[in-house]
């Protein structure tokens, strides 16, 4: 049997989970592709969930996703596993391809429009790189609300469901909506800054 499959157990404490992800970052620094590829079988579906919650485009998403995990590959010398987990390290990148791409559109749609318009292509717009950033912070900091807060408000975000079409369609009761969306909205928020502080300080 593989050394790199997970347990199956429905529970994994969190000690052996913690070791599983350690194994999993000493067999990619060591450019074992077996534990690279259960490294993509864990964190592949999360990646690409970010992805295509940022790009709204799933042919986009596939792409990114892909070269997230290529430039893990070609870049495992370069995690350090004394700041922080192999997941967060993936995150990371994740959120640094997402960002070129949404540069890339950006590029692509205006000399689409320069060359309709027969003129220059225009630079960026001031806030661009802000905005970019927010809808990046945005979707990390929603994977880290409990899932109840987070169905509510991801339905209220990419759906434009209002609170009462969300009691209506989960059979939660609007009053407990209202809760979720108020506290999620809340952390989202408090999660949001601390994102924009350390990029910031980074």
Known sequence: MSTHTRPTTALVPPVEETR????????????????????????????????????????????????????????????????????????GITRR?????????????????????????AGPAPGAPDEVLDRVLVVQALSRLPHAQREVLCMAFYEDLTQAQIAERTGVPLGTVKSHARRGLHRLRRVIEQGRATDAAA
């Open 97 to 121: 391809k997402i960002v070129d791409a949404l540069a890339a559109r950006t590029r692509r749609l205006s000399l689409a429009d320069s060359a309709a318009q027969g003129t220059a292509p």
């Open 20 to 91: 599983y992800e350690e194994e999993l970052a000493r067999g990619l620094v060591a450019a074992d592709e077996e534990a690279f590829a259960a490294i993509y079988r864990r964190w592949g579906s999360l990646v690409h969930t970010m992805a295509a919650r940022s790009l709204g485009d799933a042919h986009e998403a596939d792409d990114v996703t892909q070269q997230v995990f290529i430039g893990a590959w070609r870049g495992r010398h370069g995690f350090r596993p004394e700041r922080g987990p192999l997941g967060a390290w993936l995150v």
